[in-house]
């Protein structure tokens, strides 16, 4: 497969010039049988056309219209010719804007039926990671501008099915209000790091504006009550909501997410100290969400530490769009490495330089090695792991191996030099 060498220059144009040779093009490469029109960082859209034995791609920066309004715009001119079906066409638009609120790349894909010439194209959108947000932006397509907060509840009016999992009214009062100033801590952690850090702008509106509190459902695992703010207290009981969402919820195939994610506070303190991702159930509305789980271990970690891993957590969910297992296949393992990365880039913001050199450390160190380290840990010596340390303020030992072994995997990342190469030293890592 050879991709046109030239063609992949960025070029500059207006949304006219960019349509007419959309369409020009497309019409001349009548062996097409992929087509790719993809949102690419800073403003950017890639354009491919598959061919067997041939792929050309061309990149384009449209200088006087937003990229997405483009790219969708892009969709009409094609539909007539390619052609596509009404459905298809209409369906595209919702997709990719779905994509977009969880902050990655859409990409749509475009490609030519098996069956008799004339017949719709069949068409999908594909989330990548990256960030899809530019100036450019129009106001519609922009970072999702907060319009209130998801944690701003009335606590004195509490839906029957959230009261019932207290002896009284006062004790969910009591514990309810704990839980959201667990969440606004973390929240406002997450906040201080991705301050300023373009890569973490989405992530960082996901978390504002997506967000809603949650509380777990006791002796069921998998199972919450979620509370929206400004809603009316919804007055059924729990055993009404359950039977509401058996039926609701079919067991087995790809259920989709609600847009809607869930902050689970644990006011016990406990031992666990890093937030974690995982699918639930969601009894308020009957249809299955994501879960960020926040602990009140009883060491706490560093504020900038509970940032970074928050936004890498929230990061995980965005990337989750159905309920089900995600297949372990090269795409997975291409995301799991973007993941990475996005980890690495606020590592690099906030802990600077004292990062860097211990990435430097443990690259010199697989250099000299030729190979993975046995002793990873023996690497730092006391001056690094002294300056790593104060770069987030101070740490423990536990969590100073934890950034420790973030950057030992940022050194083979460095090492192999190639995203593709890290995600396949991932799944082989993985087992």
């Not at 001349?28 to 354009?47: C, N, P, S, W």
């Not at 300023?196 to 777990?216: D, H, K, N, Y």
């Not at 990061?315 to 297992?325: K, L, T, V």
């Amino acid at each position: 497969m050879t991709t046109g060498g030239s063609e992949a220059d960025l070029r500059t144009v207006t949304e006219r010039e960019f349509l007419d040779e959309l369409v020009a093009v497309t019409r001349e490469r009548v062996a097409t049988q992929f087509l790719y029109l993809m949102a690419q960082d800073d403003a950017v859209i890639g354009v491919q056309w598959e061919q067997p034995g041939v792929d050309h791609l061309r990149r384009y920066q449209v200088r006087d219209a937003c990229p997405h309004c483009v790219v969708l715009d892009a969709v009409v001119a094609l539909a007539p010719m390619l052609p596509l079906d009404v459905l298809r066409a209409a369906r595209t638009g919702p997709q990719y804007e779905t994509v977009l609120r969880t902050g990655r790349l859409p990409h749509l894909a475009f490609a030519r039926p098996a069956g008799p010439p004339g017949a719709s194209w069949l068409g999908d959108c594909h989330a990548v990671d990256g960030d899809p947000h530019s100036a450019a932006d129009c106001p519609r397509h922009a970072v999702p501008r907060p319009t209130g907060d998801p944690l701003e509840l009335r606590l004195g009016s509490l839906p029957r099915a959230v009261r019932e999992l207290y002896p009284h009214d006062d004790a969910a009062t009591a514990d309810l209000a704990q839980r959201l100033r667990i969440a606004q801590d973390w929240r406002a952690d997450a906040q201080a790091v991705a301050s300023g850090i373009r890569e973490a702008a989405a992530t960082w509106a996901f978390l504002r504006t997506s967000c809603v509190l949650g509380v777990p459902v006791p002796g069921v695992n998998g199972l919450v009550l979620t509370l929206p703010p400004g809603q009316a207290p919804d007055d059924r009981p729990l055993a009404e909501l359950h039977a509401a969402t058996v039926r609701a919820v079919p067991t087995g195939g790809q259920l989709p997410y609600q847009e809607r994610a869930c902050l689970l506070p644990e006011p016990t303190p406990g031992t666990h100290r890093m937030p974690a991702y995982a699918g639930a159930v969601d009894l308020t509305a009957a249809a299955p969400v994501r879960t960020l789980r926040l602990p009140s271990p009883r060491r706490p970690l560093s504020t900038t530490g509970r940032g970074v891993l928050l936004l890498y957590e929230a990061r995980h969910a965005m990337g989750r769009h159905f309920a089900s297992a995600p297949v372990r296949d090269a795409a997975y393992w291409d995301s799991e490495a973007a993941l990475n990365v996005f980890e690495f880039t606020l590592l690099e913001r906030v802990a600077g330089q004292h990062y860097q050199e211990a990435v430097a450390a443990y690259l010199q160190a697989l250099r000299r090695e030729g190979d993975l380290l046995a002793r990873p840990h023996k690497v730092l010596d006391r001056r690094r792991r002294k300056a790593l340390s104060l770069a987030f303020g101070g740490l423990d030992d536990e969590e100073l191996h934890l950034w420790a072994s973030v950057a030992y995997r940022n050194a083979i990342l460095e090492l192999l030099g190639d995203l593709k190469a890290f995600a396949l030293h991932l799944r082989i890592q993985a087992g």
